[in-house]
């Protein structure tokens, strides 16, 4: 083989082994962006289901709060409906028996507000690590409402106490002050769960 035909044939295959570097270039960062993609779509895909699980998570605190205040709210109110019928008696100047009959289902409906708080308590004590890693808004959320739950607790037991000591004529002029104040401490829960 000549010189010349030697020179070609080298060039012809520098040529195309430049054209198979290209292509090997070409695949290579086909290869690497087909990975980049498929590694978005992971990432995309975990962030849907963190958010998912955010969501029901989220959904499950709110569900549960509802409940717990619900059942606080019902034992608060059938407390209330209870001193109104007391009350009712007394104004009416109603038998001393039919009062103190009225008198000793106030104090249960009290000693019921008294133990649905204490129960809710104990539910937001077992979940308190749940409302801590859930965010800053349900740690807020369950730091107030257990001072606020523990409140009524406290205010439903002083009641239920004032109720063992005295008969109802005597502490009537107060109840109605304390029933203002429980209702405070509900408000505040319930003003709380909306921010949740």
């Known amino acids: 083989m000549s010189p010349e035909v030697a020179a070609t044939w080298q060039a012809w295959s520098a040529v195309v082994q430049a054209g198979g570097s290209i292509a090997a270039i070409a695949f290579a960062i086909w290869i690497a962006n087909r990975q980049h993609e498929q590694n978005i779509e992971l990432v995309r895909d975990e962030r849907r289901r963190t958010e998912e699980q955010d969501r029901r998570r989220d959904e499950a605190i709110r569900e549960m709060a509802r409940d717990a205040i619900d059942i606080v709210t019902e034992a608060l109110e059938a407390a209330h409906r209870d001193h109104g019928r007391a009350k009712a008696l007394a104004y009416e100047g109603a038998e001393a028996s039919k009062i103190d009959v009225a008198a000793d289902i106030m104090a249960a409906s009290f000693r019921g507000l008294e133990s649905a708080a204490g129960i809710v308590i104990w539910q937001f ?66 003003e709380h769960f909306k921010q949740l």
């Open 125 to 190: 004590d077992e979940l308190k690590v749940v409302y801590q890693t859930a965010g800053a808004t349900p740690a807020i959320f369950h730091f107030h409402t257990s001072a606020s739950l523990a409140d009524i607790k406290q205010v439903a037991n002083r009641v239920t106490r004032m109720l063992e000591n005295h008969n109802y004529a005597y502490i009537q002029f107060e109840l109605e002050p304390i029933i203002q104040e429980l209702y405070g401490f509900q408000a505040s829960i319930t």
